[in-house]
Nanobody, 116 residues
Framework: QVQIVESGGGLVQPGGSLRLSCAVS????????MGWYRQVSEKQREPVAT???????NYADSVKGRFTISRDNAQNTVSLQMNYLRPDDTAVYYC??????????WGQGTQVTVSS
């Protein structure tokens, strides 16, 4: 059974930092591309940052220079370091695992609120 569990969300002031973590089990983690997505209310879920199985990264323009995605294949985890947070970063953040023919899996999400 695949399990994807996010943690690390919370309330932070503008300009602050948070580190999100995603623990994965039930798949061969190292062969999956991983990503962080976010969703605000009923808006479409959007990609924030992705990291391929070989370590290549990609970021949404709005977070470049502020967020860093990383993975630890030994621990089956992927993290998102978020610095210089802004109110428009407020969203539910989701972890996603995808493989070209094995399919994709989502976590349950973690709330990030940036507010003074």
């Amino acid at each position: 059974q695949v399990q994807i569990v996010e943690s690390g969300g919370g309330l932070v002031q503008p300009g602050g930092s948070l580190r999100l973590s995603c623990a994965v089990s039930g798949i061969i983690f190292s062969i999956y591309d991983m990503g962080w997505y976010r969703q605000v209310s009923e808006k479409q879920r959007e990609p924030v940052a992705t990291i391929t199985s070989s370590g290549g990264t990609n970021y949404a323009d709005s977070v470049k220079g502020r967020f860093t995605i990383s993975r630890d294949n030994a621990q089956n985890t992927v993290s998102l370091q978020m610095n210089y947070l802004r109110p428009d970063d407020t969203a539910v953040y989701y972890c996603h695992a995808v493989h070209s023919y094995r399919g994709g899996h989502w976590g349950q999400g973690t709330q990030v609120t940036v507010s003074s």
